[in-house]
């Protein structure tokens, strides 16, 4: 069973926009985590974000974590063609391991 | 090597076959895990390694599956008399240090049941 819920599901935007993507989770997390999903490099790790922390940026990622709403959001701005992927939140459980990734969003960048 | 390289890419299997996926994850990681994936969803957490210790293998769906890490490095996923509702992608994942604090997939393994 999945944990992480994304909404959207699907996601269409023109070049040049920026993209948010929200995840909520169940349980009590270490981690959270977001990865990028695509034919061509498979699952790949973008950003991690602790429990303590609030925000965190990497380049034109941005990650917000409200553990009292048990939400997560990705912020992708100046969105790029190549930014078209699946996108997954993904939980470690307080135990450090047990990830539990949601069901994704698919976004999809229009040049 | 440079990263987390599992094999075959692709099994079809007739139903009842034993299957033996392979995942060689990066060199002195400490950390593996299996997931499933089926067809438009999430990765679905099956089993983690720390070293050759299987801390949790909760995710596995039946006792068809197996997993062990004998010697800490390589892992062999085994699929016992497979089903049909076996047939997904296969992702294996190996992070550094205990747990996961930023795992790299492999490629996945696209088994395929008839």
């Known amino acids: 069973s999945q944990q992480g819920e994304e909404d959207p599901q699907a996601l269409s935007i023109q070049e040049g926009e920026n993209a948010t993507m929200n995840c909520s989770y169940k349980t009590s997390i270490n981690n959270l985590q977001w990865y990028r999903q695509n034919s061509g490099r498979g699952l790949v790790h973008l950003i991690l974000i602790r429990s303590n922390e609030r925000e965190k940026h990497s380049g034109r990622l941005r990650v917000t974590l409200d553990t009292s709403k048990k939400s997560s959001s990705l912020l992708i701005t100046a969105s790029r063609a190549a930014d078209t992927a699946s996108y997954f939140c993904a939980t470690v459980d307080t135990g450090g391991f047990k990830t539990i990734f949601g069901a994704g969003t698919r976004l999809f960048v229009k040049a | ?114």
């Open chain 2, 1 to 114: 090597g440079a990263g987390v390289s599992q094999s075959p890419r692709y099994k079809v299997a007739k139903r009842g076959q034993d299957v033996a996926l392979r995942c060689d994850p990066i060199s002195g990681h400490v950390s593996l895990f299996w997931y499933q994936q089926a067809l438009g969803q999430g990765p679905e957490f099956l089993t983690y390694f720390q070293n050759e210790a299987q801390l949790d293998k909760s995710g596995l769906p039946s006792d068809r599956f197996f997993a062990e890490r004998p010697e800490g490095s390589v892992s062999t996923l085994k699929i016992q008399r497979t089903q049909q509702e076996d047939s997904a992608v296969y992702l294996c994942a190996s992070s550094a240090g205990q747990g996961n604090t930023e795992a790299f997939f492999g490629q996945g393994t696209r088994l395929t049941v008839v």
